[in-house]
């Protein structure tokens, strides 16, 4: 008689009498009675696992070591997860959730019974214990044809020289780090050592390769182009293609599909980073993010390292790197006009510690001690806070809301404000309270937690523009003032430079559109002529929004600013008439220069003079009072030839402005 159950018994979860064949499979002549002997590696870990098994049971409730319901789950990998207190997963009563080795000993997570094998017992409810799962990979990765390495491509010979790469090392902990966070710096030190090491390039796996060249192309990205010539002596956009095309060979390597090392899947998000600042195609990066977080669940990142029962140090940085994720796909998903359906989904990913890299170690068994104030983690700590804050939304009657709180049509206005000033109070007692004005990470978080509540403010009072009041306008006006504001001081504070290039991805532009909107609405408002002092300052602060036109909002953004002085300098020409004074009324010089970057633009592309021929007829909008006649020529100066009074304000050649704020800027941005 054997002393496990056969396969089939296993899989059906029925009796077995371990005879040979067993009296089941002797009756169903289809099922070859087949006895699967656990090696001596399987049957010590299911040793372990059933006195791990016995500790829970025994623990009695109110003894010290018992910690309610929630540490229950979390003894041992096999433990059954149920219900979290606070958590949104659920458990349906017949799946279990563990983390086991796959065929070839590497981790994954998996909640089916039915792709786990057995240990001989018939696997009924809180029967047996999971060894190993059915869902190793046996046959070869999907779509190697589409995403494949070429193997002439010697990995190891591309890298840079070794002061250039030490430049980038250096420039990465510098200037990336302190708002990446998800390695920890002894980490790097050790991967850094070892590439730069005698022969060390030699000696690196693919996802290492892929990982250090994701490096260098994100460390780039966080350089100017004067300073890549100036330091690297190429110039910007050839290091990022170089760089970018060998990152792709080492993902591809490394099975970035499937593999189950997690500093792949650290090499792919700062190669989406990289993507998503340098302009790439948004779609692509979606939906590769889209893999990337697949993989990442099937790692089991979702769920906390303290279910599964791993080191502290490796329950931090698995939180790190699955917060990281979350954050960057919800700004992909603004860029791609998606809505990021992982962060309501159910998990328990708890937030990463308040603590300096140096407080934890792999050797350490118990978690340090968190930090009061800030740390070198502070930055990411605040925008995960706010997504987490944001994910546990309820309705004031109980239901769940989440991240659709914001567009919850039940919620009145006062009660989302109440919701964003408690998200405020919330950013200033743990972070922005202890910001210290003379360190540059510390002027970051207290201007970009200010600017993200500005922009909830925004959001929170967006509505249809012809129902909205006048004094509703002007509070939405003054709102997105200030958020432009906050970009001006973010490209304009000297402290912070360093981190400007990583953030061109974050602009508020419907901030910007609303702003150029009521500027040519209301040219004749006293607010008119702050508002044109702060563009610019906003375009000379931030030349990027003048820089790669292909992004229609930066085009777009510039037509709307030219429409909205002709109407400004109509108004203005109108009161000259009115005063009996003839002064000339230049551009603004800032204008003057983004109207020629537009027209060079537009001569290189297929509908540049449809597109050029667009924006002279914009500017054409300012309905006088009167009926003189008045033409606002290339140089601004007044002469006479157009009738205002024959121009419809709303509407000229079908373009509608209203529409581009709340269709079109909504779905670019």
């Not at 799946?95 to 019974?113: I, P, R, T």
């Not at 200030?482 to 490209?491: F, K, M, P, R, S």
């Amino acid at each position: 008689m054997k002393s496990h159950a056969c396969e089939p018994c296993a899989r059906r979860k029925v009796k077995c009498n371990r005879e040979e064949p067993c009296s089941n499979c002797n009756r169903r002549k289809q099922d070859q009675c087949v006895y699967v002997e656990l090696s001596a590696t399987d049957r010590i870990k299911e040793l372990e696992a059933l006195v791990r098994k016995l500790q829970s049971q025994n623990t009695a409730p109110g003894s010290p070591n018992h910690g309610g319901p929630r540490d229950a789950q979390a003894k041992g990998n096999t433990a059954r997860i149920g219900s979290l207190p606070d958590g949104p997963i659920s458990q349906n009563g017949t799946d279990s959730m563990m983390l086991k080795e796959d065929g070839q000993g590497e981790a994954v997570y998996v909640e089916s019974f039915s792709w786990h094998n057995w240990n001989g017992s018939a696997l009924q409810e809180g029967e047996g214990q999971v060894t190993t799962v059915l869902t190793s990979r046996m046959g070869s990765s999907a779509l190697q044809s589409i995403i494949c390495r070429n193997e002439s491509i010697d990995l190891s010979k591309s890298h840079p020289l070794f002061e250039i790469a030490t430049l980038l090392w250096k420039t990465f902990v510098q200037r990336v780090h302190p708002v990446w966070m998800v390695s920890f710096k002894q980490e790097l030190n050790l991967l850094r050592d070892k590439a730069l090491g005698a022969n060390g390039y030699a000696k690196l796996t693919f996802a290492e390769h892929a990982f250090i060249f994701a490096l260098y192309i994100i460390t780039v990205t966080s350089l100017a182009d004067d300073e890549c010539l100036d330091l690297l002596y190429h110039p910007k956009d050839v290091l990022l293609k170089k760089y970018q095309a060998l990152c792709e060979q080492a993902l591809a390597g490394s099975d970035v599909l499937g593999s189950s090392d997690v500093l792949v899947i650290e090499a792919a998000i700062m190669y989406i980073w990289a993507g998503l600042l340098e302009q790439m195609n948004a779609r692509s990066l979606w939906s590769f993010m889209g893999a990337i977080m697949r993989n990442a669940e099937r790692l089991g990142l979702h769920r906390d390292g303290t279910v599964f029962q791993l080191s502290p140090y490796e329950t931090e940085k698995r939180r790190r790197l699955w917060w990281q994720l979350q954050h960057l796909d919800i700004a992909l998903a603004v860029r791609a006009g998606s809505i990021s359906l992982t962060l309501s989904a159910r998990w328990d990913t708890k937030l990463p510690l308040n603590i300096e890299d140096g407080d934890i170690n792999p050797e350490m068994t118990t978690p340090p001690e968190e930090r009061p104030g800030l740390t070198s983690i502070s930055y990411c700590l605040w925008t995960f806070w706010v997504l987490q804050e944001q994910r546990a939304f309820r309705h004031p009657d109980g239901r769940y809301l989440g991240f659709g709180w914001i567009a919850e049509r039940s919620l009145s206005r006062d009660a989302k404000n109440g919701y964003i000033d408690r998200l405020e109070a919330g950013l200033n007692k743990q972070y922005v309270q202890y910001c210290d004005p003379i360190k540059p990470l510390d002027v970051l978080i207290q201007i970009t937690a200010r600017a993200f509540v500005c922009g909830m403010r925004r959001v929170s009072m967006y509505g249809d523009l012809s129902q909205m009041s006048e004094q509703a306008r002007r509070q939405l006006l003054d709102v997105c003032m200030q958020g432009v504001e906050y970009d001006i001081a973010l490209h304009a504070t000297p402290a912070i430079k360093q981190f400007r290039p990583l953030f061109r991805g974050y602009f508020q532009w419907n901030a910007l559109a609303y702003v150029l909107l009521e500027a040519r609405r209301l040219p004749y408002d006293p607010i008119t002529a702050k508002i044109w002092e702060l563009l610019a300052d906003l375009y000379t602060s931030n030349p990027g929004l003048s820089q790669n036109l292909v992004d229609r909002r930066k085009s777009y953004a510039i037509e709307l600013t030219s429409a909205a002085w002709k109407a400004r300098a109509g108004f203005l020409h109108q009161q000259q008439l009115e005063r009996g004074t003839t002064r000339s009324i230049r551009k603004p010089a800032f204008l003057v220069g983004l109207e020629k970057t537009l027209d060079e633009f537009n001569e290189t592309t297929k509908d540049g003079s449809s597109s050029k021929r667009k924006l002279e007829e914009l500017g054409e909008v300012y309905v006088s009072t009167t009926k003189k006649h008045v033409a606002m020529p290339d140089d601004g100066l007044p002469s006479e030839g157009i009738d205002f009074n024959q121009l419809d304000p709303d509407l000229v050649n079908d373009f509608n402005f209203d529409a581009i704020d709340w269709s079109f800027w909504e779905m670019a941005q």
